[in-house]
């Protein structure tokens, strides 16, 4: 899949992903992290939790188990995690999201 991003994201930090087959971009705050990201493949994430996190999906489909609902959110949708909230769910290859974590370290750069 050709990066989505412009050159101003893909010259920021590559962030350091649990994944596979993947660009992820990473803008560090103080306080938090914004992440650009892009998958090629799908990939499975196993529940979890953390600080609270914000995404708006730029291309193709997630679907997301937050506290037990599963939702699927597709180009043009966000979706909202709180903090200390359950989740998982599954990215299908293609998929493209700008996601802002409340967490100043939930990534670490490559």
Same mark, same amino acid.
């Given at each position: 899949?050709?990066?989505?991003f412009? !050159?101003? %994201? /893909?010259?920021l930090? *590559?962030?350091?992903?649990?994944?596979?087959?993947?660009q992820?971009?990473i803008?560090?705050? !103080?306080? $938090?992290?914004?992440?650009?990201?892009q998958?090629? !493949?799908?990939?499975? %994430?196993? !529940? $979890? @939790? $953390?600080e @609270?996190?914000?995404g708006?999906?730029?291309? =193709? *489909?997630?679907?997301? %188990?937050i506290?037990?609902? *599963?939702?699927?959110? /597709? *180009?043009?949708? #966000?979706? #909202? %995690?709180?903090k200390?909230?359950? $989740? #998982? =769910?599954?990215i &299908?290859?293609?998929?493209?999201?700008i /996601?802002? &974590?409340?967490?100043?370290?939930?990534? #670490?750069?490559?």
């Amino acid at each position: 899949m050709a990066n989505l991003f412009p !050159e101003l %994201i /893909t010259n920021l930090p *590559k962030a350091d992903l649990p994944f596979a087959n993947y660009q992820a971009y990473i803008s560090q705050g !103080e306080k $938090h992290q914004i992440i650009f990201m892009q998958f090629d !493949e799908d990939i499975d %994430i196993p !529940e $979890h @939790s $953390h600080e @609270s996190q914000w995404g708006v999906v730029l291309e =193709g *489909k997630i679907e997301l %188990i937050i506290d037990g609902v *599963k939702n699927t959110y /597709t *180009k043009g949708d #966000s979706y #909202s %995690i709180g903090k200390g909230i359950n $989740h #998982s =769910g599954k990215i &299908f290859a293609g998929y493209a999201d700008i /996601t802002f &974590f409340n967490q100043k370290d939930r990534y #670490s750069t490559k």
